[in-house]
């Protein structure tokens, strides 16, 4: 008795086990579909350039002297012609006075150019000679310190070369002075080319007096356009030598990215392509078009957000819609649709998988899984365009590595 109900106890067993052996088998699975629809896919990518103004303008002394006027503070807006800083002319009008005198005087030891000794010349050249010295000292440590602020990144290439432009003036004026003094020192007698002599002095002292003319006149800076004052370098009390940085001006409405994209997304980049131009603060996004309008000929080394040193070509972006809230500096995406197709069938990349060396994807049909072979168009970074094996309707398995999948098995279906 005690084996025979052993016996029928295992042979249940075995029935229940197999019971749920079929259950679970005929058991559909529940899985994620994707009914295939035509709609437009784009291929595309993201740089982030940062924002400037298309009308910029930074504006130098013309001039050495103290700013003793500063009308003017960041972030103020301006009318053309408006008066910006004013610098102190007291020395440059001792300087012309002093050269007036000067010139007075040659004119006159031209008239005794064949009589007594030219000392009272030499040491009134060698006079003018100093003060050029110590115009182009001046100039020269102004220099020095515009290079250290370049090599920094605080000044822009162009305040660098004004200060070497106001440099090689004052060598050239310097170099008049020293010929200037070379020739009456050597000249002992009234030799010929004596009136040529007289003419060379009075028009280098009629140059210097010109530039010191131009340099007072400069003296009162204003604005050369309508703008905004975007930074300002000096400060009232400041000494500034000509070519000093004294502040920056922006015309605001007009912007312009400047982004570096790398050499395999270049190509695709042309002059007049529309791209959309987007910034997110903390609350939300504001998104704008915007236009390439210039492709660099050649690429540059940049450095990665990785602190990988990549080749990169700069692209030019004019900014559209929008812009009010924008201010140069501002670092904005750029998204570049560099492929369109519309009305295609498309699947996640996620959703294929590779079969016999092939692409395919699980389709349902009539409530049962099956494999389908696809054939792959254009790819995104997130779908694959389908041109072969799938037709506008069907559903497609999007988890093809879904615990229990099998060609047959009945799939639960919405």
Known sequence: MKKRMKWLLWVMTVIALAAVYVYNAARPLQAELLVVQPRDIEKK?????????????????AAA??????????GDTVAAGETLLRLDTRE??????QLKGQLHSILGQEKQAFSGPRAAQVAQQQLALKQAEQQ?????????????????GAVSKSVLE???????????????????????????GPPAGTAEHFAGLTASLQAQLALLEYQRRNAVLTAPAAGTVAALHVKEGAMVTPGTPLLSLFRPGKYELELFVLPQDIRKVKTGLPVEVSFRDEQNGNSMSGTVTGVAPTAVEKLSALGVLEQRV?????VSGEVAGLRPGFAMDVTFVTQREEGQLAVPKTALFRLDGESAVWVVRNGRAGIQ????????????VIISGLAEGERVIL???????????????P
């Open 45 to 61: 990518f993201v740089e982030t350039g940062t924002l400037s103004a298309v009308w910029e303008k930074d504006l130098f002394s």
């Open 136 to 152: 182009l000292n001046s100039a020269q440590a102004e220099y020095g310190r515009t290079e250290t602020l370049f090599a920094a």
């Open 92 to 97: 440059i009008e001792y300087q012309i006075a």
């Open 65 to 74: 002297g103290r700013v003793t006027l500063l009308t003017v503070k960041e």
């Open 314 to 318: 700069k692209v030019t972006v004019a």
């Open 162 to 188: 004004e200060a070497g432009r106001a440099v090689t003036q004052l060598e050239l004026i310097h170099a008049q002075q020293v010929q200037a003094l070379k020739l009456l020192q050597e000249e002992s």
């Open 399 to 413: 988890n093809p590595r879904l615990e229990g999948l099998k060609e047959g098995v009945r799939i639960v279906e």
């Open 373 to 384: 072979p696809v054939q792959k168009g254009l790819e995104t970074d997130d779908d694959a």
